[in-house]
């Protein structure tokens, strides 16, 4: 939809000239000036990320930063020493389904590319983690970009931009072995292989992963297979590279939070007690990457993906109405009957897209023009395994489904990014995106699933998200350079599947209408009989997002830091409601108006030759400007002025590094993360206790410390939260039990083990 604001920001940048993308690090500028790839000691700069010429809010992990990682922890977790960045995961520990939040935005409204390809999912706009096992250890480099980032890759995100690049293929023959374990049943084994320049111009690698852990809390168990392969093929024209990984997670469910009582009792506590309630999923990718240089000023890159995800998740049900499962039907029960059942809920969903864009190098900046499209599709359906009373084999009829529903999304983006320098170091940028979004649900007619209980609707949204910025290098101050740099940008998000149905219940419940305002009867043929009632006019609107940046910037020869500010007023936010669904989801619905406001600080400085502080710290403030919240009974309460729930106060990450002498490295870290409320009350005792871990890394160059019969090959090991503190780390409040219900974190914990290089 096209707002007033935005058609204001709109006619003010067609006053400026217009914008590619912005840029610079952090912590570790990268001198760069070659067409559409970068390559530099710090980090890879393509057209989707910000390069050296300007600075926004952004930071960069470098390639040496992920050699020092901790091997036990996914990429969220990774992220947690960057401004703004906070993480957690279900089980506690640190594998299993792991989440991350900028500036206290969840995964939904965070884009991720990975090589350019945007890869948050079209139908609930997250990004699952737990399908790409040990992803970090095929990567290059990552690039966070915070607030309103550019339009290329077809992402609109509102807290930030996860840009992920894989690792670079090496010239030389060469691999890794990896064997790590450390507390909670962790271990890992990793192999990695490439073959190095090969005839015609070719390279490849490849590597397998195996992971598993039991999980911090009770039944949180995890075990991970992930495989990653890469080949690539160069000339003196174009480069053209495919990607091909997949994995496989056996998780525990570790979704749902523990009450507090419980957990005073034991903090391992987790409410789920069936034996076998497992996840179980694959999600293979496919990419296909070329660059074709058509001159010294033009690059056209092409970027086409298939994603495949298919699996389930099993749990038990108790006291469950026979007809919801279509059991009066199979067994022949009353519909009201109440049964103990398992059931199986299983999904199969089908991604293509192409990512086509080019670059146009000029004398004052350059010019970048491209879009993306995909057609998505995906199919979730529903299965009793057992019920009390009857034996498996009464449910191994492959065709009997107690529900089924489809989902079909197409979409396509365009943009024209612009950079131009009006004058020596004053840079203007400007970006122009028009997005269209398309999304058609069905349920299928299975089971009890038919006439008027059959659903379906069709929602379509156009979107402008025009942007623009400027970055001024002020000149020399105090020894280093200073330089000045804002922005302002507007930003749309359509709400997911589970977000345009019922509060409570989804697309899977029997009696559940969407959340629409309007609807029809279908017929059938004949004329008479209902085939499905259609929906249209969503109660639940599209969020629209105003981000103003600003900050500085000032690098010197032992020194540099980047502080940040940033002023984001939203329109009908998605905000939690309190509570979660029954598959852990978090309930959600609009706000009429929201703020986010904050302040970002990043710094790095080298004390000596030796010893070095990294300092990563965010403060904001979340509230609610206009939010008028009617419950299930017709209460309505005035939320105007609290704080959003879920959003930390403030982060802060202190890192001292010291490297003792050529063949050991030490790390001390610091993390506090401030308090959260669990819910929209405002009530000051319904929060998340603000907590504080101390961790301890080494890492042993094993030949420089007198095992020389081991060249090669560095050993670590990583001691978490020394302190064994109590914390917490998502949750919510049940107004219903009158209790808060929290995530726990892990308490003291360690990983130890071996890397080999040949």
Known sequence: MLSKNSLLLFILLLAMPAFAEITSTDENPANTKTPEIHESEDVVVTASRYDEDVHLNQTNITAEDLDFREPDLPLPMLLQDVPGVFAYSDAGSNLGYTYVKIRGFDQRRVGVLINGIPFNDPEDHQLWWVDMPDLA????????????????????????????????????????????????????QMLLYETGDLKGGLRSSF??????????????????????WS?????????????????????????????????????????????????????????????????????????????QGEGFYENFKDGEDAQDYALDQHLGLAADDEVDLIRRKYVRKDHVGWVPRAMYEHEKGRFVIGGDTYNFHSSHWGEVMNVSGYQPDDFMDPQFKYHEYTGDKKAYSLYANERYEIIDGLTLMGDL???????????????????????????DYDFFNPKGGMHWHAGNVAGGKFALFGSIGVSHREPTDGELFDTWKGGDDLGVQPLFNQSRNVMKDDGTTIDHVQWWDPKVKEEELIDYEMGVSWAGENLSFTLGGYYMDFKNEIVPYGGTDEDGAGIRGNADKTLHRGLELGLRARIDQGNSLILAASRSWDEYKNFQFVDWDGSTYDYSGNAIALFPEHLLSVSWQTQWNPGVRSLIRVRNVGQQHLDNTGDESRIIDPWTTLDLSLWFDLDQVGLTALESAKAFIHLRNIGGVEYETNGYYDSWAGEKYYITGAGRNFALGIDYDF
Do not use: C
């Open 137 to 188: 250890s095929s990567v290059q480099d990552i690039q966070v970009q915070r607030g309103v980032t550019n339009s290329i890759g077809g992402l609109s995100p509102m807290g930030g931009t996860i840009n992920i690049v894989t690792g670079r293929l090496s010239s030389t023959e060469q691999g890794r072995v990896s064997i790590s374990a450390g507390s909670d049943g962790f271990g890992r």
């Open 207 to 228: 590597r397998l992963s195996r992971q598993n852990s039991d999980g911090y809390r009770d039944r949180t168990g995890v075990e991970q297979w992930g495989v990653f």
């Open 231 to 307: 080949g690539e093929h160069s000339n003196d024209v174009s480069t053209t590279r495919i990607n091909i990984y997949t994995g496989r997670e056996v998780t525990h469910h570790a979704w749902n939070a523990s009450p507090e009582s419980a957990l005073e009792q034991n903090r391992r506590h987790n409410p789920e007690t069936y034996h076998n309630a497992i996840d179980d999923f694959t999600q293979p990718h496919y990419e296909l990457h070329n660059d074709l240089f058509l001159s010294d000023n033009w690059t056209l890159k092409n970027s086409v993906y298939y994603v």
């Open 433 to 459: 995106q028009f997005q269209h979004k398309e999304y058609d649900f069905l349920q299928r007619e299975v089971g009890n699933f038919a006439g008027d209980q059959r659903n379906g609707y069709t929602v």
